[in-house]
Protein backbone atom coordinates (compact mmCIF):
# COMPACT_ATOMS: atom_id res chain seq x y z
CA UNK A 1 0.00 0.00 0.00
CA UNK A 2 1.43 3.48 -1.05
CA UNK A 3 1.52 6.24 1.68
CA UNK A 4 -0.97 8.82 1.15
CA UNK A 5 0.59 12.28 0.88
CA UNK A 6 -1.36 15.15 2.43
CA UNK A 7 -1.77 18.92 1.93
CA UNK A 8 -1.59 20.75 5.11
CA UNK A 9 -1.51 24.19 4.63
CA UNK A 10 -3.85 26.91 3.72
CA UNK A 11 -2.29 28.31 0.99
CA UNK A 12 -2.13 24.81 -0.92
CA UNK A 13 -6.01 24.66 -0.56
CA UNK A 14 -6.92 27.60 -1.73
CA UNK A 15 -4.77 27.39 -4.86
CA UNK A 16 -6.72 24.32 -5.16
CA UNK A 17 -10.09 26.31 -5.13
CA UNK A 18 -9.35 29.31 -6.76
CA UNK A 19 -6.88 28.18 -9.89
CA UNK A 20 -7.85 24.33 -10.23
CA UNK A 21 -10.77 22.97 -12.17
CA UNK A 22 -13.48 20.93 -10.26
CA UNK A 23 -16.44 18.57 -10.67
CA UNK A 24 -19.15 18.55 -8.40
CA UNK A 25 -21.65 16.36 -7.39
CA UNK A 26 -24.14 15.61 -4.68
CA UNK A 27 -22.15 12.93 -2.42
CA UNK A 28 -18.64 15.33 -3.44
CA UNK A 29 -16.65 17.86 -4.97
CA UNK A 30 -13.19 17.15 -6.53
CA UNK A 31 -10.50 19.85 -7.26
CA UNK A 32 -7.67 19.16 -9.54
CA UNK A 33 -4.63 21.31 -10.40
CA UNK A 34 -1.05 20.74 -11.03
CA UNK A 35 2.04 20.43 -8.38
CA UNK A 36 5.15 20.30 -8.98
CA UNK A 37 6.22 17.55 -6.95
CA UNK A 38 6.12 13.99 -9.17
CA UNK A 39 3.72 12.93 -6.87
CA UNK A 40 0.11 12.80 -5.98
CA UNK A 41 -0.91 15.00 -3.00
CA UNK A 42 -4.36 14.87 -1.26
CA UNK A 43 -6.69 17.12 0.87
CA UNK A 44 -10.10 16.53 2.39
CA UNK A 45 -12.24 18.93 3.60
CA UNK A 46 -15.51 18.31 5.92
CA UNK A 47 -17.31 21.26 7.13
CA UNK A 48 -19.36 21.34 9.87
CA UNK A 49 -22.35 21.72 7.66
CA UNK A 50 -22.44 17.82 7.21
CA UNK A 51 -22.97 17.29 10.98
CA UNK A 52 -21.43 16.03 14.33
CA UNK A 53 -18.00 15.41 14.64
CA UNK A 54 -18.80 11.26 14.27
CA UNK A 55 -20.39 11.72 10.62
CA UNK A 56 -17.43 14.12 9.45
CA UNK A 57 -14.97 11.95 10.99
CA UNK A 58 -16.95 9.17 8.50
CA UNK A 59 -16.69 11.17 5.74
CA UNK A 60 -13.12 11.82 6.01
CA UNK A 61 -12.97 7.63 6.02
CA UNK A 62 -14.51 6.50 3.60
CA UNK A 63 -12.83 9.46 0.95
CA UNK A 64 -9.86 8.62 2.23
CA UNK A 65 -10.17 4.56 1.57
CA UNK A 66 -11.77 5.34 -1.78
CA UNK A 67 -8.69 7.81 -2.81
CA UNK A 68 -6.23 4.78 -1.36
CA UNK A 69 -8.26 2.20 -3.95
CA UNK A 70 -8.26 4.47 -6.58
CA UNK A 71 -4.44 4.89 -6.01
CA UNK A 72 -3.11 1.42 -6.00
CA UNK A 73 -5.22 -0.10 -8.65
CA UNK A 74 -2.81 2.50 -10.98
CA UNK A 75 -5.98 2.44 -13.52
CA UNK A 76 -5.71 6.74 -13.36
CA UNK A 77 -2.12 8.43 -13.69
CA UNK A 78 -2.44 11.37 -11.78
CA UNK A 79 1.14 11.68 -10.59
CA UNK A 80 2.42 15.55 -10.43
CA UNK A 81 -1.03 16.57 -9.13
CA UNK A 82 -3.22 17.91 -6.31
CA UNK A 83 -6.58 17.07 -5.52
CA UNK A 84 -8.62 18.04 -2.78
CA UNK A 85 -11.90 16.33 -1.95
CA UNK A 86 -14.61 18.31 -0.29
CA UNK A 87 -17.30 15.86 1.26
CA UNK A 88 -21.10 16.87 0.76
CA UNK A 89 -24.13 16.36 3.16
CA UNK A 90 -24.85 12.84 1.96
CA UNK A 91 -21.00 11.52 2.05
CA UNK A 92 -21.28 10.09 5.20
CA UNK A 93 -24.19 7.56 4.59
CA UNK A 94 -22.74 6.14 1.22
CA UNK A 95 -19.78 3.29 1.38
CA UNK A 96 -16.67 3.22 -0.34
CA UNK A 97 -17.86 1.74 -3.57
CA UNK A 98 -20.37 4.25 -4.34
CA UNK A 99 -17.44 7.21 -3.28
CA UNK A 100 -14.87 5.65 -5.48
CA UNK A 101 -17.03 5.11 -8.23
CA UNK A 102 -17.88 9.41 -8.19
CA UNK A 103 -14.13 10.15 -7.15
CA UNK A 104 -13.28 7.71 -10.20
CA UNK A 105 -15.67 9.35 -12.94
CA UNK A 106 -14.50 13.09 -11.71
CA UNK A 107 -10.85 12.78 -11.78
CA UNK A 108 -11.17 10.93 -15.14
CA UNK A 109 -13.04 13.91 -16.95
CA UNK A 110 -10.79 16.41 -14.93
CA UNK A 111 -7.56 14.70 -16.61
CA UNK A 112 -8.87 14.07 -19.88
Known amino acids: MEKVVSLK ?3 E ?17 TYLIKNRSRIPRVGITTSKK ?12 II ?8 SEK ?6 YDLVFVARNDT ?3 NTNDI ?13
Open 100 to 112: KRIMKKQIGVLLG
Open 13 to 29: FKRAYYQGKFKAHPFLV
Open 64 to 71: KQAYREIL
Open 92 to 94: PSK
Open 75 to 80: ELNFNG
Open 50 to 61: IGCAVKRNRARR
Open 9 to 11: LNK
